[in-house]
């Protein structure tokens, strides 16, 4: 395994131009990677009215096509990441790249609608994987300073803008071809990435240490039972025995994670990555960056198509200048990624995404697309492209190179949070607060997301961050 030094050099090193060729090409494989692991979750969106009417499937039952990935996605990122640090990042890579595939595989030959739902769980094991020894490999293949930060700014305008585009591609493939070329696509795509791995990334030695599977088998089960319990909450009601029975086993599991933690000699989670204020800002910089982002990409197409009679394509392609802008915004962010520019990025970041959410909340019964809704989603898209590349940076801050697969596991966790509890929670608040006026639930839920992400972001500015040095 590379070493610290080896990842952070004190003086800029001379890259042969080959080597440098092939740095650029290990960017793009890892890129395409995250664009995998990302949009996974959005691609299925546009094709499930197809899916329900293949399998008679009623909405309770469909929604989980979507919650199984979540839910193994989730529950598995902190073992991926550890498993990348001990095993071996490019293995662990390579064996996630390959479960997507097989599990891509299985939900497009799909017969039935049971079979489906356990593919998606598996294609969740495998971005949890591959999501984490991804990030790694970026930080162990370009040095610190201005080649990882143009690496880092790719990378982010990639994850960034790959949601967007999952639900385009989702309604074009379904409209073209059937549901079922939307997992064709992904296996195509993860057999290229799978067959240049050895090519392109760089192999690293096992280390002796533990996995700490008992660690693993705890917070597995604890996040799964939190996404699950909050899914079930938000569909069927918060004091529905099962939804709560979930929430009050995954606290219990998420507690003996921490005491575990605490007391294991080779934990899976050193806590003590968090001493590092950096990290604990790109902790909350990703949950609350996606409950704004998230929240408003799951009431926007609700408002579109229920009440202006967009079609799912349609709605799909309302979507498209998010991904431009977030493209855009992040190649002009790239070149000030550095330690001193975290904070200002990351904090600006979840203000214009508050704000731009917060103008949703203007949107009337019969709103004009140009008028009511292209300005939030290029507010927001802004926010998004600026911040991304701060937070995946910030994330690696002040940790040893050993360390990375496990920080990347740990922020992509609470992106998840964000996109599955702080939905719910949104949800809960739209419900409660629309009970006779959907339109007015809407507009409580953007504001609420608006006042987490703003909130979030004034609480990072007291963070105090150490004085970048020059390297």
Known sequence: MASQEAVRPTAPVAVPPESERRRRWALVLLAAALALDVSGVAVINSALPSIGERFDASGATLQWTMTAYAITFAGVLLLGGRAADILGRRRVFAVGIALFAVASLGAALAP???????????????????????????????????????????????????????????????????????????????????????????????????????????????????????????????????????????????????????????????????????????????????????????????????????????????????????????????????????????????????????????????????????????????????GFGAMTAATLEGLPAHRHGVAGAVNVTAQQVGSSVGVAVLVAVATASGDTDRLAGYHTAYLTAAAVTCLTALLILTLPFPKPTNS
């Open 112 to 386: 039935a609608l049971p079979v489906l739902i356990a593919a998606r769980a598996v294609q969740g094991v495998g971005a949890a994987l591959s999501g984490p020894a991804s990030l790694a490999l970026l930080g162990q293949i370009f040095p610190e300073g201005p080649a990882r930060n143009r690496a880092l700014a790719v990378y982010a305008a990639t994850g960034a803008s790959s949601f967007s585009a999952g639900l385009v591609a989702g309604g074009v493939l379904t409209d073209l071809f059937g549901w079922r070329s939307v997992f064709a696509v992904s296996v195509v795509a993860a057999a290229l990435v799978l067959s240049v791995v050895r090519l392109l990334l760089p192999a690293d030695t096992p280390q002796r240490a533990s996995l700490d599977l008992p660690g693993a088998l705890l917070v597995t089960v604890g996040l799964g039972l939190t996404v699950y319990g909050v899914t079930n909450g938000s569909d069927h009601g918060w004091g529905e025995p099962t939804t709560l029975t979930a929430l009050v086993l995954a606290a219990a599991a998420l507690a003996g994670f921490v005491v575990r933690e605490q007391r294991a000699a080779d934990p899976l989670l050193p806590l003590q990555i968090f001493r590092s204020n950096p990290v604990k800002a790109a902790t909350v910089t990703g949950a609350a960056y996606y409950t704004g982002v998230s929240g408003l990409l799951f009431f926007a197409p609700l408002y579109m198509q229920d009440m202006l009679g967009y079609s799912a394509f349609e709605s799909s392609l309302a979507v498209v200048p998010m991904g431009l802008i977030v493209v855009v915004s992040s190649h002009l962010t790239g070149r000030r990624i550095t330690p001193a520019h975290y904070k200002p990025l990351m904090a600006a970041s979840l203000l214009l995404i508050g704000a731009g959410v917060a103008l949703w909340a203007l949107t009337p019964q019969d709103g004009s697309y140009v008028t009511h809704m292209l300005p939030g989603i290029a507010v927001m898209s802004v926010g998004q492209g600026i």
